[in-house]
């Protein structure tokens, strides 16, 4: 399974977008993925249709879901023109096939494995690997949130949360990421991704234009095998 991107994209997903203007710089800086949020109940949902009317350019649309059945994820998914569906709400195996393998990303939060074993880093990330393989075959990419479910919870991803953890499939790095802490984020791990959100914003679904030119900069300065663009699988 091969997740592909623009070639020289920017190793990042900024979700939460509402606006024209902000998608547009979005796709100017050359981000990976643009994100939408159709949660019911958060301040930067949007409608289906009026993610569709949002340029699409060449990065990756991403929709944010939880508490909706599959059959309305995959309306919304095509109505609103997206490549990817991220699965926020526990959605077991059976969900995920019928939105398809190859267009999910399943949210996993590894602080919640480290709660359930207190003090035993070595059991948590057994508990982590274990629920990677039992969702690798029915996904396309893991999202490594912080907090304990949902998201936006303000949390910061540490990385002794994910232990010596190498998922199989390819990962994004997610929580509280902001232009100042995104050279940490991929400190001493691999993520095909970060995902911005609150962290380049003015106030919830509109992005501050100086934030996400600052991220763009830092991930462009940033150097290594962690920013390799080439297609893994």
Known sequence: MIIQY??????????????????????????????????????????????????AGNALRVGVFAGLPADEVLRIMKTARLDLAQLHGGEDEDFC??????????????????????????????????????????????????GMSGGGS???????????????????????????NLEKAFAGCSPWAVDLNSGVEERPGRKDAAKLKAAAAVLRGLSGGNLSNKEES
């Open 6 to 55: 623009p070639d020289g994209s920017l190793p990042a997903k900024v979700c939460g977008l509402t606006r024209a203007s902000d998608v547009r710089l979005c796709l100017d800086l050359g981000f990976r993925c643009t994100g939408f949020i159709f949660v019911p109940g958060s301040p930067r949902r949007i409608s289906p249709e009026q993610a569709a009317a949002l340029p």
């Open 97 to 146: 096939r019928t939105v398809g393998p190859e267009r999910v990303i399943k949210v996993l939060w590894p602080q919640r494995f480290a709660a359930a074993r207190p003090g035993d880093v070595d059991g948590a990330a057994e508990l982590l690997h274990a629920e990677c393989l039992r969702f690798a075959p029915v996904c396309a990419l893991f999202l490594m949130d912080a």
């Open 154 to 180: 303000g949390r910061t991803l540490r990385r002794e949360d994910l232990g010596s953890l190498r998922p199989s499939r390819p990962w994004i790095a997610a929580g509280g990421l902001a232009p100042d």
